[in-house]
């Protein structure tokens, strides 16, 4: 019995011991001469051998994926890497044009393994020299989460942008109507006149309800917050007074929470436009 539980310790460390692990990375391969080129590396590592493939020039129309072999070493977390044979290109280009490279590799960040730098050697398949430089790389999930925490804060910026965003003025004249989709219970309407005040005065009405009388329009805005009904609401602008200056002419602004709908109104007497609010 002891013998055989000795037999499965034995088993069961070597099984432990052989553990397989995958390491993805991307990043660049800076040449030279300064000139940077995608890189990535996806890795298989088992007891301190390695293998899997490269991929350079990514999403281009030089993308290439070579087969990589070589060796990690646990103690100072290093790699020895080389490419053996390219397993497909999107190239044109001759297969003795293509360099294979030797890489020389460590994993800087030493608790979580984040990024990994080192320096390469390039070789046609005559063995003569094409190339030398740095790689810098990152583990492919970090540059994930990387990306989608970005795209989440780019995201919140945009609807932030579109909450904000004022709309193009309407030009509304005699008999016009202008329909809005609105997403509050609210509105809330300015009115104000923006060229010389010259005495237009009008009426303003909501869902029949007359909320201005004969207002005379001045340069100080008149603010006015109404709660909608579900549906359609309407609102009516008409012209009680041209003014000393034909025609009568209002600025109106809309808001709806931080949507804003400006909207000039250019009228004659006794005509009027149209607004109407699909809440």
């Known amino acids: 019995m002891k013998y055989k539980f000795l037999l499965f310790t034995i088993l069961l460390s070597q099984f432990t011991t052989a553990q397989i692990k995958e390491h993805k990375y991307f990043g660049t391969i800076i040449l030279e001469n300064n000139a940077p080129m995608s890189f ?7 007891d301190g051998k390695v293998s899997g493939y490269s991929m350079t020039n990514h999403d281009t129309e030089d993308e290439t994926k070579s ?3 070589g060796l990690y070493f646990k103690e100072d977390k290093t790699f020895q ?9 999107k190239s044109e280009k001759p297969i003795n044009s293509f360099c294979y490279i030797r890489m020389n590799l460590k994993i800087k960040n030493r608790f979580t393994k984040k990024r990994i730098e080192g320096n390469f050697t390039g070789n046609f398949l005559d063995s003569s020299f094409c190339a030398n430089g740095k790689i810098m790389l990152m583990e492919k ?15 919140k910026l945009k609807k932030k942008e579109a909450k904000k965003e004022i709309t193009k003025t309407k030009i509304l004249k005699d008999g016009d109507s202008f329909n809005i989709n609105w997403t509050s219970k609210y509105i809330t309407i300015k009115i104000w006149d923006s060229n010389q005040e010259d005495g237009d005065e009008i009426n303003l009405s909501i869902n029949d309800n007359l909320i ?11 603010r006015i917050k109404y709660k909608l009904l579900e549906g359609q609401n309407r609102i009516v602008i008409e012209a009680t007074s041209l003014g000393t200056s034909p025609p009568n002419t209002s600025r109106i602004e809309l808001i709806d929470k931080n949507q804003k709908y400006p909207i000039l109104t250019q009228l004659d007497l006794n005509k009027s436009v149209t607004i109407y609010i699909e809440n």
């Open 81 to 89: 890497l080389q490419e053996t044979q390219i397993i497909y290109t």
């Open 212 to 222: 201005l009388d004969k207002y005379k329009t001045t340069n100080k805005s008149k």
């Open 67 to 69: 087969e990589i072999q």
């Open 40 to 46: 990535s590396l996806d890795l298989i590592e088992k």
């Open 141 to 155: 999930l970090f540059i994930e989460k990387k990306i989608k925490k970005i795209e989440k804060k780019i995201d």
